[in-house]
């Protein structure tokens, strides 16, 4: 059975609005990704998407929704969620450093992401080695010697 989504789309200037419905994944994220790309690239680069018919997100789904917003940006526009709630809610509060989306002002269920900044992986970074010694001048794992008394 093939997942079931739907996009329906309102013009209220100065802004379009996306209605999504269903299920926002893998199967169906490509109608978001050609509705948002269709809107910017005929000049309506400001965007809302009304998230109150998504009944599920996963990452793919999200990832749509981060190219709309990045693309609506490039095109010195920004992107808004609205009524924001369930398994999106949480996947955005989970994954906050990771995207550009804020809570809103503007009332309960709001995200804006008005300023687009790419993610960055998170990753540690270890301290740089050479020939098997850190570069402070000990061995790797050794905690540093106490001063002796001369």
Same mark, same amino acid.
């Given at each position: 059975m093939a997942a079931q989504f739907k996009v329906s789309i309102a013009y209220r200037p100065p802004v379009a609005v996306l209605a999504l419905a &269903?299920? $926002?994944d893998l199967a169906t #994220?490509? %109608?978001l990704a050609a509705s948002a790309k269709d809107l910017i690239g005929r000049g309506h680069t400001h965007l809302v998407m009304d998230v109150t018919g998504l009944r599920f997100c996963d990452s793919t789904g999200l990832e749509a %929704? $981060?190219?709309a917003a990045e693309r609506a940006a490039q095109a010195e526009g920004s992107l808004r969620l609205v009524s924001v709630g369930g398994v999106l809610r949480r996947v955005l509060e989970i994954t906050r450093p990771e995207h550009p989306f804020r809570p809103d002002d503007l009332g309960e269920g709001a995200w804006s992401a008005t300023a687009f900044r790419p993610a960055q992986p998170?990753? /540690?970074v270890a301290p740089p080695r050479a &020939?098997? /010694? #850190? $570069?402070?001048g000990r061995p790797c794992g050794q905690a540093p010697r106490a001063a002796s008394a001369v």
């Amino acid at each position: 059975m093939a997942a079931q989504f739907k996009v329906s789309i309102a013009y209220r200037p100065p802004v379009a609005v996306l209605a999504l419905a &269903g299920e $926002l994944d893998l199967a169906t #994220a490509d %109608i978001l990704a050609a509705s948002a790309k269709d809107l910017i690239g005929r000049g309506h680069t400001h965007l809302v998407m009304d998230v109150t018919g998504l009944r599920f997100c996963d990452s793919t789904g999200l990832e749509a %929704i $981060l190219d709309a917003a990045e693309r609506a940006a490039q095109a010195e526009g920004s992107l808004r969620l609205v009524s924001v709630g369930g398994v999106l809610r949480r996947v955005l509060e989970i994954t906050r450093p990771e995207h550009p989306f804020r809570p809103d002002d503007l009332g309960e269920g709001a995200w804006s992401a008005t300023a687009f900044r790419p993610a960055q992986p998170s990753r /540690r970074v270890a301290p740089p080695r050479a &020939g098997g /010694r #850190a $570069l402070l001048g000990r061995p790797c794992g050794q905690a540093p010697r106490a001063a002796s008394a001369v």
